[in-house]
């Protein structure tokens, strides 16, 4: 079983920045991609960034030049630090790790403040 578990989630005025952390522990042999998702009052879930076990990064346009992903391969942990936060960044920020199966976080709110 695999655990993940988000934190750095806060209230931030806009224009401000917040850094996300997730951790993916466990019985983890490999692990592939790690990514992030959000999910808005009243919307779908949808894809934020995603960073491959090489460092290879995709974002969203929605926040490319805004969002940078990395991750600690060593610790099973990925970043999602956000600068320039707008009101629209706000929603439940999901962590999604890769394994031989998908695993998922609780989530984590953001609150961007206009």
């Known amino acids: 079983q695999v655990h993940v578990v988000e934190s750095g989630g806060g209230l931030v005025q806009a224009g401000g920045s917040l850094r996300l952390s997730c951790a993916a522990s466990?019985?983890?042999?490999?692990?592939?991609?790690m990514g992030w998702y959000r999910q808005a009052p009243g919307k779908e879930r949808e894809f934020v960034a995603i960073?491959?076990?090489?460092?290879?990064?995709n974002y969203a346009d929605s926040v490319k030049g805004r969002f940078t992903i990395s991750r600690d391969n060593a610790k099973n942990t990925v970043y999602l630090q956000m600068n320039r936060l707008k009101p629209e960044d706000t929603a439940v920020y999901y962590c999604?790790?890769?394994?031989?199966?998908?695993?998922w976080g609780q989530g984590t709110q953001v609150t961007v403040s206009s």
């Open positions: 999604r790790a890769r394994t031989s199966l998908l695993y």
């Open positions: 466990g019985s983890i042999f490999s692990m592939d991609d």
């Open positions: 960073i491959t076990s090489g460092g290879t990064t």
